[in-house]
Every structure is written in structure tokens, then in C-alpha cells.
């Protein structure tokens, strides 16, 4: 009997029943869901609502799903490593952080807290910096996932009230001859990826109106199955302009294009292992990119930045407005109601979770 069960709503709704829940019943919610946790994750979930005593709806447990994932938490990056040197806890705190922290440089002028590192340019401007990786959407889909990843990083610039002004990028592919016949099973060939994700990073930046001002292209066997894109951007802002004082009774408005089926589960695509099927099962959630609308919301938020009508702003990655609305509120420890039902859609058919 399956503990997923539909509500009698007047919208697609569902309920979960995990009382008593097995390992193989909560792999059966996994499948039915779509969701990208683990096993262990599903079961500390599992007792969460258990000792709560009550049930779980399909909109926390994709909550739960985009906030766990490898891309939203970095669990690899702060998760706890047994090496034969010893235990390293977190490899962002111990390393990364760390340096900052004991170096303590006048020159960092916001990290590890925001979209995008910033650092000082002059004692009234700084620089914000933003790189990300785009591997897995680029493999399946190189124009489109290469573009939404150059297009991700210049939200994330924006997402800190900086003018994007260069992209950048480093692109690792296997080689461009590489026989055909000794591609892997549902792996596309290096040339055609190499295409791919090269024009779709030039058609953004073109689109959007940003030049790319530098790069790196890297050739290797070891990229063959996997290819890594590597998408920057770099932006301006007026230390006065940086503004975070957020305030009870502030409105929070949902800016830039609509919401449609299009990269839903982007996030638990991303960091899963690529597979002989994922071609088939995750192509949907490579999101369409819309270089024009998100030009239009640049220069939007140049002119809130410029008049200081903002008290707070952030981007909507790929975790969506759960992640994005939600990692707000907590941020300035206050609460926030949502009306997923005033969002502009793109589909009329769409779930509240999606």
C-alpha cells in the first residue's frame, strides 16, 4: 500500500505517511516523489515527523530534497573526512575559512556569507566575484546548461546589488578526437559537447550584454565522462550600495521570468552521478535560459541599488524560493508568508511544490 496519498484539494497536494516506515517504504516514496535523498536521509526525516506524530506533504519533503542536495549544502565541502593524516572536519572550515580567518585581510570585504565574495577595489568600491561549476546539465544538454550557468553566476553578482560588468570561465573537455567507439555508454562525444557549451556561454554573455574578458579550455581523457564548466562573472558596487537591513513588515517581491517545469529537481540532478539513463530522466531539469528577461532585471536592480529603495536582496538558484525566501528570513531571524499561488507561471498545470 503506498504511503503517498493524494488530498482532496481542489490542486494536486499529497500527503505522507511515514509512521513505522520501512527502508524498502521509504525507497518507494523516494521513487514516487522523484527525490534525490539518501537512504539515511529519508530516515532521519522518517523520525522527524514520527516524533512529531504527524504527516509529511509533498511540498516539505521537496523542501527537504533541494536543501539536502549535494549543490544547495555542500555536503562534501562540510562534511566531516577520515584520512589516513587524521580526521579533517569540513574541508571549507578547516582550509578555505580558516585562512581567511587567521589572515584577517582588510581587503575582504564580504566572504563566505553572501551570492558573491567581495573584496575592495578603492576604500569606496568593491569588487564581487562569483564562480560556479555547471558540470552535470552541461553533459546532458552543453547550449543550455552551459548558458543557464554563466546566466546562474551573473544572478548571483546581482544578488549582492553589484553591476555584473565580465564573465569569465574555465572549460575542461575530453578530446576532440576521441574515438567514438570508446565513448561510454549515454556519454556525448567531446567535439559536440565542446561546441555546445561554448556557444551557449557566448550566446548569454552576448544576449545579456557582458563580455567574456578571459578563460582557459582544458583537453583531457579524465573529461570525457564528465565534463567541467566552470562559469564566473565579476561585478561593481558602491560600498554604500550594499545594503542588508531587512525589517518585520518588509515586502518581499519575486522578480524575473516565469516559473515553468523546466529545471525542476535541478539541484538533486546536480549532484547525482551521471548515468546511462540520465539523458532520458533529466533533461527536464536543465533549465531554458532567458538571457533577456534576466537584462531586463539587471537593470531593474541597478536602479533600486542606485536610489536605495532595497533593504535586502537575494538570487532564486537553483534550490528556488524555498531555498531563496526562506534562507532570507532565517538571515535576519524573521518569519515569511509566501503565496506560491501569485506566482507567474508558465504552465497552468503545475503542482504547488513544483
Known amino acids: 500500500m503506498s504511503r503517498v496519498k493524494e488530498s482532496n484539494l481542489p490542486f494536486s497536494h499529497h500527503t505522507i505517511d511515514f509512521m513505522n516506515a520501512s527502508d524498502a517504504d521509504l525507497e518507494d516514496i523516494r521513487d514516487q516523489l522523484g527525490l534525490g535523498l539518501s537512504l539515511d536521509e529519508l530516515r532521519y526525516i522518517r523520525d522527524h515527523y514520527i516524533v512529531r506524530e504527524k504527516k509529511a506533504t509533498d511540498i516539505e519533503l521537496q523542501t527537504f530534497d533541494q536543501t539536502m542536495s549535494e549543490h544547495c549544502s555542500h555536503k562534501t565541502f562540510a562534511g566531516v573526512i577520515d584520512t589516513p593524516g587524521g ?15 587567521e589572515l584577517e585581510p582588510e581587503w575582504c570585504f564580504s566572504v563566505f556569507e553572501d551570492n558573491a565574495g567581495m573584496v575592495d577595489l578603492t576604500d569606496d568600491v568593491t569588487i564581487a566575484i562569483k564562480v560556479e561549476t555547471h558540470n552535470h546539465p552541461s553533459a546532458i544538454e552543453p547550449f543550455g546548461g552551459a548558458a543557464t550557468g554563466l546566466g ?3 544572478r548571483d553578482i546581482m544578488g549582492v546589488w553589484a553591476e555584473p560588468i565580465a564573465n569569465t570561465d574555465v ?6 578526437n576521441y574515438p567514438y567507439e570508446k565513448l561510454p555508454e549515454g556519454v556525448k562525444h567531446p567535439s559536440y559537447l565542446f561546441n555546445g557549451v561554448v556557444d551557449g556561454i557566448g550566446s548569454y554573455g552576448n544576449s545579456i550584454g557582458i563580455p567574456t574578458v578571459n578563460g582557459a579550455t582544458v583537453f583531457d581523457e579524465d573529461y570525457t565522462g564528465n565534463v567541467l564548466v566552470y562559469a564566473g562573472c565579476i561585478g561593481v558596487l558602491p560600498k554604500g550600495q550594499y545594503i542588508r537591513d531587512v525589517k518585520a513588515g518588509d515586502y518581499v517581491v519575486l522578480a524575473g521570468g516565469r516559473t515553468g517545469h523546466d529545471g525542476i529537481h535541478g539541484v538533486t540532478f546536480a549532484s547525482v552521478e551521471l548515468s546511462e539513463e540520465s539523458e532520458e530522466t533529466s533533461r527536464s531539469a536543465v533549465q531554458i535560459a532567458n538571457p533577456i528577461e534576466e537584462e531586463k532585471v539587471k537593470r531593474a536592480i541597478k536602479q533600486i541599488s542606485d536610489q536605495k529603495l532595497g533593504s535586502g536582496i537575494t538570487d532564486i538558484g537553483g534550490g528556488g524560493l ?3 525566501v526562506c534562507e532570507t ?10 503565496y506560491v499561488d501569485r506566482i507567474p507561471l508558465k504552465a497552468e498545470d503545475m503542482a504547488p511544490w513544483e
Open 152 to 154: 546562474g553566476v551573473i
Open 87 to 101: 580526521r579533517i572536519d569540513g574541508l571549507l572550515k578547516s582550509y578555505f575559512r580558516k585562512l581567511i580567518d
Open 171 to 176: 572549460l575542461c573537455f575530453g578530446p576532440l
Open 322 to 324: 524555498s531555498c531563496g
Open 329 to 338: 528570513a532565517e538571515r535576519y531571524g524573521l518569519g515569511v508568508d509566501a
